[in-house]
């Protein structure tokens, strides 16, 4: 610590401390002798009474003369400083008042949320500016005010937005927030940098800690002041931490299972019901009891009728925090499932190349709902492809074609690439040594070149399903499905593949037992294509014919349909929309955005509010309304906080931290913060404790006037 003064002038005063000391030397009485005839009449002198009258007048004059000089130290006004600030005492502050807004600071405590409690804080940073300063308001969301993100001298501005903040859906930590302050800080003329952090100190918002931007603190060494918002104790929370949606197929009629794991926050048990809405209709409830600080899950199965209940929300009752107690989502329903059956010699091998098992497996799938576009299943050559409208037909299977022709293949790429899914059964004897190229050595459908057939030797037998990749949604679909039995299923042969060392997009599905990739699957533009390295026919295996075909078939269907369907965010997130084109994004309170493809891809930035938000293509007749969710981060509603030594440690020899109890104390803390701890009142207040001092002393011990004794006869 270094002490400095603020009035260094009136040092000038120690002067007068002298002053006692030199009035106490020129007033001592000169000894005189005087003539005594006799010395019988004096009274004896008492020695030690001399002595002690002495001692008191010292005490007296130590007293005085330190009294003098608190008074003159006092009137310098010295204050303590850090050694290792570097700011100066005395100047103008550019002061950044960071608002948590995280949907945590909703909490309520003593009937309140947290978040009028940081506006307390925020109003006292302001009001306490002083003549010169400028200040900002940012929210740690990132969705600050425009007329206070950056720094102005117009209290009447800053004291309105804070007036007007209010929590937001997002989950942000504060690291991001503290970055945009320093990068604000590092701009400014001022000589004084100032961080006010007004935060309900959860710990998920200071996660992760290497995240602080210590280096570029390092740079301008700012004042950093925390301002603590906590609850009690006696929390009720559940939190809707995840949803798993399954179902066989995403089309109207057919069953949804959705599992929703609820957890307790808190420790004590809590009972709550879970209610699962589509549309505006309450679909079902469910108990729950969740013993504490552990979660539950809580199954819903339903079927949904019409694609108006492809979007709904999940929720809990009410607590202390409400905006973790309800799940948005969508499930990309669909009216019809209209499919195309490409096969080289269209209908007439059907039999032979195995599409007739497959047009069979599809059938349930047609619907005869009056309302739905134009479904089932068609019908196709290769050459075909130029003269057809691929965009109408859900998903593409071919099935044996040896190749594609150039301008059949460039509407079949341009189909993938918009958008487009295709499964591929390869069997027969693809061409890959066409002169002008085929499809299956074009890199733009496949990320791996076809070499050879593989076959089983007849003494040897078929070999069958091998290895699954078991984080695939495919993998985990089908493991949930009771009763199947893939050991039946025999493969004779199969095509090897060799993939492109480049080409990252490859996935595995699947291997057969003898170490062949069977079914492989990649993303082409905004498409995919699924290969399955072997026919459909009984010459390859014996798969179609066998329970699990249509299972497995309505799996892959379902994870290539909702991988463009289905979008699921948290606030704040930048979303890549499924569909194309210009398109009008409705949010959940009605605000509508235009949004228009750059780089064929259409991205819309404005997901600051949890719920479904519908998608529209403007331009585009007779185009279905897509839905995607946005939901806060589950995180958010983990009631686990951090100490003020805790956070405090987060920024080690970074910057001056100090923590902020309450509004009212902020104000003092900051002056001290800019000046220093100040010394004057304490040297006062010991300059008045000497004065009583001193006076006592002074009418106890000086002698005093004895009283006539009357006259001697």
């Not at 995607?628 to 970074?654: H, R, T």
Request: hydrophobic fraction near 40%; proline fraction near 6%.
């Amino acid at each position: 610590m270094i002490l400095n003064f603020l009035n260094p002038l009136f040092l000038i005063g120690l002067i007068a401390v002298a002053a006692p000391v030199l009035l106490h030397i020129l007033s001592r009485q000169k000894r005189r002798r005087i003539p005594f005839s006799t010395l019988y009449f004096l009274r004896k002198i008492d020695v030690q009474s001399a002595k002690r009258h002495k001692l008191t007048d010292i005490l007296l004059l130590l007293l005085r003369t330190l009294m003098l000089l608190l008074i003159t130290l006092a009137l310098a006004r010295p204050v303590l400083r850090p050694a290792n600030r570097h700011a100066p005492s005395i100047g103008e502050a550019t002061r950044i008042i960071i608002l948590d807004d995280s949907y945590s600071t909703r909490l309520k405590h003593e009937q309140r949320p947290l978040f009028e409690r940081e506006r307390e804080f925020a109003r006292a940073a302001v009001e306490t500016l002083r003549s010169g300063d400028d200040a900002a308001i940012l929210m740690s969301s990132g969705f600050d005010s425009p007329g206070t993100a950056s720094p102005t001298g117009n209290t009447a501005i800053l004291l309105d937005a804070v007036e007007k903040s209010a929590p937001s859906d997002s989950g942000t930590p504060l690291a991001s927030a503290l970055e945009r302050a320093i990068s604000i800080l590092a701009q400014s003329q001022k000589p004084l940098n100032e961080i006010i952090l007004i935060t309900d100190m959860q710990k998920h918002a200071f996660a992760p800690p290497d995240a602080m931007p210590n280096e570029e603190m390092r740079k301008i060494r700012p004042q950093i002041y925390i301002c603590p918002v906590r609850a009690g104790q006696n929390i009720s929370n559940m939190t809707i931490e995840k949803v798993f949606i399954t179902s066989p197929l995403p089309l109207a009629g057919f069953p949804v299972i959705m599992e929703a794991t609820v957890r307790n926050q808190t420790e004590r048990a809590l009972d709550s019901t879970a209610n699962l809405w589509t549309g505006n209709e309450l679909l079902m409830q469910k108990k729950l009891s969740i013993p504490p600080s552990a979660s539950t899950i809580a199954t819903f199965t339903f079927s949904p009728k019409s694609t108006s209940e492809k979007s709904g929300y999940l929720t809990v009752e009410s607590d202390d925090l409400d905006s973790d107690n309800t799940y948005y989502f969508n499930i990309g329903i669909l009216k019809s499932l209209h499919t195309l059956i490409v096969t080289s010699e269209g209908t007439h091998v059907m039999e032979k190349d195995g599409s007739l098992f497959l047009a069979t497996a599809l059938e349930p799938l047609e619907t005869g709902d009056a309302e739905a576009p134009s479904g089932g299943v068609d019908y196709a050559s290769p050459d075909d492809l130029a003269s057809i409208s691929l965009k109408t037909y859900s998903i593409l299977f071919f099935v044996d074609v040896i190749d594609i022709a150039e301008t059949p293949r460039e509407a079949l790429k341009k189909f993938i690439r918009d958008g487009g899914c295709a499964l591929f059964f390869l069997g027969s004897s693809p061409n890959t040594n066409s002169s002008s190229g085929s499809i299956y050595t074009d890199p733009d459908f496949f990320p791996f070149i076809i070499q050879d057939t593989w076959e089983v030797n007849a003494g040897e037998g078929a070999t069958d399903f091998g290895e699954w990749d078991r984080t695939h949604p495919v993998t985990q679909s089908l493991r949930k499905i009771p009763n199947l039995d893939f050991s039946t299923v025999s493969f004779y042969k199969g095509w090897r593949v060799r993939f492109h060392t480049a080409d990252t997009t490859a996935r595995i599905l699947v291997y057969t037992r003898n170490d062949n990739p069977l079914i492989i699957e990649n993303n082409r533009g905004k498409g995919r294509i699924v290969t399955f390295a072997s026919g459909l026919s009984p010459e390859w295996n014996n798969l179609a014919s066998r329970p699990v075909f249509i299972p497995l078939l309505y799996e892959l269907i379902k994870n290539l349909l909702e991988s463009k369907s289905r979008v699921y965010a948290t606030v704040g997130d930048s979303i890549k929309l499924p569909m194309t084109g210009p398109l009008e994004v409705t949010t959940p309170d009605g605000t509508k955005y235009t949004v228009t493809p750059e780089k064929g891809e259409s991205t819309f930035n404005h997901t600051r509010l949890a719920g479904n938000y519908t998608c529209h293509a403007t331009q585009t007749a007779g185009a279905i309304d897509d839905v995607f969710s946005v939901n806060v981060d589950p995180a958010e509603g983990n009631m686990e906080w951090i100490s003020n030594n805790e956070a405090k440690k987060l920024f080690p020899e970074v910057a001056n931290v100090t923590v902020c109890p309450s509004p009212e104390s902020l104000g003092l803390i900051l002056a001290e913060g800019r000046e220093g701890k100040a010394l004057w009142h304490y040297l006062m207040l010991g300059a008045l404790l000497l004065f009583l001092l001193e006076s006592h002393l002074a009418g106890r011990l000086l002698p005093r006037k004895e009283k006539g004794t009357g006259e001697t006869g």
